[in-house]
């Protein structure tokens, strides 16, 4: 596992990522772009198992993203960067799965989960199965479930960091 300050996946450190937080909770408008950009397709990622629809994806991200902007000056240091904005994306997606279903007809269903996009090659028919597989599990799991493993094992989270995130 990574420590404070080495990145993941080619991620800013821990330490940068405070730093960039400190520039946007100052205004700092080129280093929000910077933060929103280091975080979109993370955030996307996650977001697509639990609300399968695209532009309520990329709705959370951005509600996200808005309230970063807004609140950075508000984090207080006590866990990562990460989990602090992956919390308030588990939040907003909570909330807005909640405004879905409340608007939804009576007897209509919100899909949740979704497959992602699988490399071509040899191996892209196995892999799409065994992606298949392991979606449909989740898929069989509670939300609060199926987040707690996403957060663990496709993201990389501790348990203290999943408690954070999830309240």
């Known amino acids: 596992e990574a420590d404070a300050t080495t990145p993941r996946e080619g991620m800013l450190t821990q330490d940068d990522e405070r730093a960039l937080l400190a520039r946007v909770a100052a205004g700092d408008r080129g280093a929000f772009q910077r933060f929103y950009t280091g975080y979109h397709r993370r955030l996307g990622r996650f977001l697509r198992r639990i609300v399968a629809r695209h532009e309520l994806v990329e709705e959370i991200v951005n509600d996200t993203m808005f309230v ?43 899909q949740e989960g979704e497959l992602e996009r699988l490399p071509a090659g040899e191996d892209a028919v196995d892999q799409r199965e065994q992606r298949q597989w392991i979606d449909r599990g989740l898929a069989a799991l509670p939300l609060d479930q199926r987040v707690a493993i996403e957060l663990a094992y496709f993201m990389g989270n501790s348990c203290e960091e999943i408690a954070a995130i999830v309240d």
């Open 68 to 110: 970063v902007w807004q609140k950075a000056a508000d984090f207080r240091g006590d866990s990562r960067v990460s989990t602090w904005v992956f919390g308030i994306a588990y939040r907003r997606a909570l909330k807005t799965l909640k405004h879905v279903r409340d608007a939804a007809p009576p007897g209509a269903t919100v």
